[in-house]
């Protein structure tokens, strides 16, 4: 299958600090990425859509200005926690469809923890 | 968008039985439907998938069914091993794009 890479794999920081998180198909483009959330013991959550070359399209109910996504290339997807507060720590995952742009396969996460 | 919903939430069965996880989706224009399996800390992993053109498809132990009617589909896995434990997850592609995620099933498979 195809192989996803996130950065970091978990990150600690204050509250107020801004905290950027990548992901990288490293086997095939992705012209599309997509950014869930996960809560412990619970689902994944659809924030965003990220787009090669245009803007993220979010979820009813994410904050476009707080989370902040970048799709500059066709194998790098970014997401930025902008002021981050302890509500938004959780696991963040990225994930992307293969080439044939069917199957999904998720990066292997970013625990996110703000004091 | 779309709307998964997944059952049961728990589910403990004798090391070679048999799981049955159901899962049911509101937009018909869902097409394709994957089951992940995600073991603690790590990330989910794609085990079996179906499209809507196809009723049921089997690989080992692991067999999905569909019913494109109802808008149901279900996972099963006989034969449980102890090495199944973990949450299975199934989910719908809407609109050829997005992938919306059920709530999660904590298989426990008891030796």
């Known amino acids: 299958g195809a192989v996803v890479s996130q950065h970091p794999s978990r990150v600690i920081c204050k509250s107020g600090t801004s905290v950027k998180i990548e992901c990288r198909s490293l086997?095939?483009?992705?012209?599309?990425m997509f950014w869930y959330r996960q809560f412990p013991k619970q689902s994944l959550m659809l924030m965003a859509t990220?787009?090669?070359?245009?803007?993220?399209?979010?979820e009813q109910g994410v904050e476009k200005d707080k989370f902040l996504i970048n799709h500059a290339s066709l194998t790098l997807s970014t997401l930025t926690v902008t002021s981050a507060h302890p509500e938004d720590s959780s696991f963040y995952i990225c994930?992307?469809?293969?080439?044939?742009?069917?199957?999904?396969?998720f990066g292997s996460g970013t625990q996110l923890s703000v004091l | 968008g779309e709307n998964v919903e997944q059952h049961p939430s728990t589910l403990s069965v004798q090391e070679g039985d048999s799981a049955v996880i159901k899962c049911t989706y509101s937009?018909?224009?869902?097409?394709?439907f994957p089951w992940y399996k995600q073991e603690l800390g790590k990330r989910p992993q794609l085990i079996i998938d179906?499209?809507?053109?196809?009723g049921e498809k089997k690989d080992q132990r692991i067999a999905v069914t569909l019913n494109k009617t109802a808008k149901h589909f279900s996972l099963h896995i006989t034969e449980t091993q102890p090495e199944d434990s973990a949450v299975y997850f199934c989910?719908?592609?809407?609109?050829?794009?997005?992938?919306?995620f059920g709530s999660g099933t904590k298989l426990n498979v008891k030796p």
């Open positions: 989910a719908a592609r809407y609109n050829f794009n997005k992938f919306y």
């Open positions: 937009d018909s224009a869902s097409n394709y």
């Open positions: 994930s992307a469809t293969d080439g044939k742009g069917e199957k999904l396969f």
């Open positions: 086997d095939f483009q992705a012209t599309t």
């Open positions: 179906i499209r809507s053109n196809v």
């Open positions: 990220s787009n090669e070359g245009s803007k993220a399209t979010y």
